[in-house]
């Protein structure tokens, strides 16, 4: 059974930091693409950052260059996206999403992001 459980949303203030997790199983984690999306009230799910399966490769929006990094973890089949600098306009539902050799994608329950003083 395929699973990823997305964990360390929360309520922050602007300017402030936090650190999402994204653990997985029931898939090759080492072999997959894994990305972050985030969808807003009101607005379509948009991609925040993807990773290649080596990590090698990263693929950020323009809109949270310079201020989030994602990292994975291929021992602890784990995908992380630190977010800094965050603004009111990074409130959303942030979901991880994993791509897989065969095409097959799935997607995390996601984990509310808001920002707000």
């Known amino acids: 059974q395929v699973q990823l459980v997305e964990s360390g949303g929360g309520l922050v203030q602007p300017g402030g930091s936090l650190r999402l997790s994204c653990t997985t199983s029931?898939?090759?984690?080492?072999?997959?693409?894994m990305s972050w999306y985030r969808q807003a009230p009101g607005k379509e799910r948009e991609l925040v950052v993807g990773?290649?399966?080596?990590?090698?490769?990263?693929n950020y929006a323009d809109s949270v260059k310079g201020r989030f990094t994602i990292s994975r973890d291929n021992a602890k089949n784990t995908v992380y996206l630190q977010m800094n600098s965050l603004k009111p306009e990074d409130t959303a539902v942030y979901y991880c999403?994993?791509?897989?050799?065969?095409?097959?994608?799935?997607w995390g329950q996601g984990t509310q992001v808001t920002v707000s003083s």
């Open positions: 999403t994993a791509k897989t050799l065969s095409y097959r994608r799935y």
């Open positions: 029931g898939f090759t984690f080492s072999n997959s693409g």
């Open positions: 990773i290649s399966s080596t990590g090698a490769g990263t």
